[in-house]
């Protein structure tokens, strides 16, 4: 199972802008449709993007769309989340996780676990 580590989470003014990083552990990170997700404090975890394995384009929840890009480095073993225009409901603790295709990435059928999030605080 591929092992997953969060980083890049902070506290920034709304408006601004962060950009999130998850290292993937393994040798067939190419073999994997990646994904973020986020949850917010007394609120189920919610898809936010995820890409295909090639990095194309990806898939977008409706409320990050058009203010948030996923890519991927297949070299480095990382993927990536640019969040532009924060607004306060984005705070979140942010996830990544890694499936086999995007499809299975929105509904959840995931190849790794949960690890420990990077957290997104956005002022109003």
């Known amino acids: 199972q591929v092992q997953l580590v969060e980083s890049g989470g902070g506290l920034v003014q709304a408006g601004g802008s962060l950009r999130l990083s998850c290292a993937a552990s393994g040798r067939t990170f190419i073999s994997y449709a990646m994904g973020w997700f986020r949850q917010a404090p007394g609120k189920e975890r919610e898809f936010v993007a995820s890409?295909?394995?090639?990095?194309?384009?990806?898939v977008y929840a409706d409320s990050v769309k058009g203010r948030f890009t996923i890519s991927r480095g297949n070299k480095s073993n990382t993927v990536y989340l640019q969040m532009n225009s924060l607004k306060p409901e984005d705070t979140a603790l942010y996830y990544c996780?890694?499936?086999?295709?995007?499809?299975?990435?929105?509904?959840?059928?995931?190849?790794?676990?949960w690890g420990q999030g990077t957290q997104v605080t956005v002022s109003s």
């Open positions: 890409i295909n394995r090639s990095g194309g384009s990806g």
């Open positions: 996780a890694a499936g086999l295709t995007t499809g299975d990435i929105a509904t959840k059928s995931l190849l790794s676990s």
